[in-house]
């Protein structure tokens, strides 16, 4: 009924930037959250940043300051824009969203849909 689509991902060398992109499709009636999540090997999956429908952004202490997410809610994408990555951001990424989707007359709610992931290497 939903899909979470994630592109942008891939190799860059420490210092640089990458911008992650997800496109929410589907039955979808509302999206509320919207957010970035990463998970690297041997770690737990962590948030990186988020954002509600009316913008407002939290950010994961470790990214404050290089990295912007942002959204457009007419078209049901979010971004991650990710500059002076460091070899810790190394990752997979996920997109993550809150989304009241249409079933038949019905309008249900799913706190928690996930994109397939995309990687994000960062090489020193």
């Known amino acids: 009924q939903v899909q979470l689509v994630e592109s942008g991902g891939g190799l860059v060398q420490a210092g640089g930037s990458l911008r992650l992109s997800c496109a929410a499709s589907g039955s979808i009636f509302s999206i509320n959250r919207m957010g970035w999540y990463r998970q690297a090997p041997g770690k737990q999956r962590e948030l990186v940043a988020a954002i509600t429908s009316g913008g407002s952004t939290n950010y994961a202490d470790s990214v404050k300051g290089r990295f912007t997410i942002s959204r457009d809610n007419a078209k049901n994408t979010v971004n991650l824009q990710m500059n002076s990555l460091k070899p810790e951001d190394t990752a997979v990424y996920y997109c993550?969203?809150?989304?009241?989707?249409?079933?038949?007359?019905?309008?249900?709610?799913?706190?928690?849909?996930w994109g397939q992931g995309t990687q994000v290497t960062v090489s020193s």
């Open positions: 993550n969203a809150e989304i009241k989707y249409y079933s038949g007359s019905y309008v249900l709610s799913e706190p928690d849909y």
